[in-house]
């Protein structure tokens, strides 16, 4: 579950509070800043690996048949320009090669893709997808269950609406890098998928 850690009256902290508190914490624990409030992240499912990473190798696949200079990452931290409170981790977000590599957050994206967990609440998604839209640069909000066949797809280009895919056979396009899979393929090697069926 996230733990919230309020530091302040108001029980929020600014993105310089929450670089000194999450200073002090052991290096093995993973943190977030979601409006203001810390939250510590509970170890990821083997399924939720498992699609994060089907996930990120095939967009990196796509990039490379391309040649395109974008490459995903799994578990990074992000920063929105002008928002002080904020300091997610994503499970998985598309940087270009002028990324800082020796930076803890990248404040430039071009998706944001995550993975629903037992800990996610309502309230700390929808948090977290109006900021990464409103991120100048960003294309793409993806929203994968981990337990059921089931994605949503928030793209720039379609005026953040948001298309719902529910079935294996449904394709998961994104068209600005001619990425299209099947969902079958994003759930390859769970309980949903088992076999190489994809």
């Keep these: ?44 499912t083997l399924r939720h690996q498992r699609i994060a990473s089907n996930l990120a190798r ?64 309502d309230k700390d998604i929808a948090a977290k997808r109006v900021r990464y839209v409103q991120h100048p640069d960003n294309l793409y909000f993806l929203l994968i269950e981990q337990r059921e066949v089931r994605a949503e797809v928030w793209a720039r280009a379609a005026g953040w609406a948001p298309v719902v895919l529910d079935r294996l056979d449904a394709v998961l396009e994104l068209p600005e890098w001619g990425f299209a899979v099947q969902l079958a393929g994003l759930y390859l090697g769970t309980p949903l998928v088992p076999s190489a069926r994809a």
């Design 58 to 121: 095939l967009l990196n696949r796509q990039f490379e048949a391309r040649r395109l200079e974008l490459y995903a990452y799994q578990e990074v931290g992000l920063s929105v320009p002008q928002v002080d409170n904020f300091r997610p981790e994503a499970d998985v977000a598309v940087l270009d090669s002028s990324v800082d590599m020796d930076a803890p957050y990248a404040d430039r994206f071009y998706l944001v893709a995550e993975i629903l967990s037992d800990s996610n609440t």
């Design 1 to 44: 579950m996230n733990t919230p850690f309020p530091v302040r009256q108001d029980g929020r902290f600014t993105v310089e509070e929450y670089l000194a508190f999450i200073g002090t914490r052991p290096e093995e624990e993973r943190w977030q800043l979601i409006e203001g409030v810390a939250m510590m992240l509970p170890p990821p």
